[in-house]
């Protein structure tokens, strides 16, 4: 009966010992959650009031995750940091606006494209009234600057004329200081003009001859200040409406670091100022700081939409084809799985009805 009782009692501890086991190596065989990176990149990727996170991008990978019963969580990172972080493996995913390119393919795995653009060019709006710009451009460093040398000049000839003047004929070009070089700055500046309104003459032979030579040098100065106020309003509405690429090299560019739109510009080249982010770039835009913003152009559209509405907009031009993809660590077999699922979902009517909703396509 002992024994009997004993074997019973070695059965049932032999039995718990490879339960735990058995518990233990299931445990530890669970699949872990796939580490998910993903950055700022509205309307593809943004975070709600809530902490969570929305978008294009995001809506379409919890779908796909859903489909193949995938666990994940997002970490967010710099641009940067979600490109190395696929590279080294710290990160199974990247979903965001990520842009597939040759350089990116050399060092981790994209999906099929879930969707297709290409970068844009944002400038000031058209809503600008012209008057504004004349008058602007009247009260400019350059224009007053040649205002005041012209006034000099006017004043030179004047007290000239009142030099010569002042005492052979103090009925037009009174004696006194003051108002005698009043009288020559009048007279040299309807001279100039040639209206010649007769009401003051010089009657001396020296200021007979300064009249003739004013008047001929008069016409001159007249003709270069026309042409040159001309030329320079002219030139400044021009350089305000950017019509492509094209007429980037005539403008103050900018665009955002560590991009796609950036590795253009260099190419091209065409120097550009660097901003962090296309919010700092829209701003620069708005405050006059540059002419234009290179950057994708559905991201460009969407904070337009937001924030800037008849200020900005971004030209219907597309300087160059854009492929939006999600990054995978190299050589995953669940890379085809996740391709699968991708196309399907981005050939139903729900995915086209979210792009219209957030891009207005």
Known sequence: MKNTTGLVIC?????IVMSTDVGGQQSSNAPQPLIVGTKESPPFSMKTADGQWAGLSIDLWRQIAAELNLQFEFRELALNQLLEGVTDGSLDA????????PEREKNFDFTHAFYTTGLGIAVSGKAQNPWLTVARRFISVVFLKVAATLTLVLLGVGMLAWWFEHKKNPRQFNGRAAKGIGSGFWWSAVTMTTVGYGDKAPVTLAGRI?????MFVGIIIISSFTASITSSLTVSQLESVIKGPEDLPKVTVGTIV???SESYLKQIPISFLPYGSPQEGLAALKEGKIQALVYDAPILRYYIHQSYIGALEVLPYRIQRQEYGIALQPNRPLRKKINVVLLQKI?????QDKLSQYLGE
């Open 11 to 15: 059965f049932s501890l032999l039995i």
């Open 94 to 101: 990247a979903v965001a606006a990520l842009t597939i390119t």
């Open 210 to 214: 300064l009249g003739l030579i004013w």
């Open 258 to 260: 560590n991009t796609s």
């Open 347 to 351: 050939l139903e009517k729900a995915w």
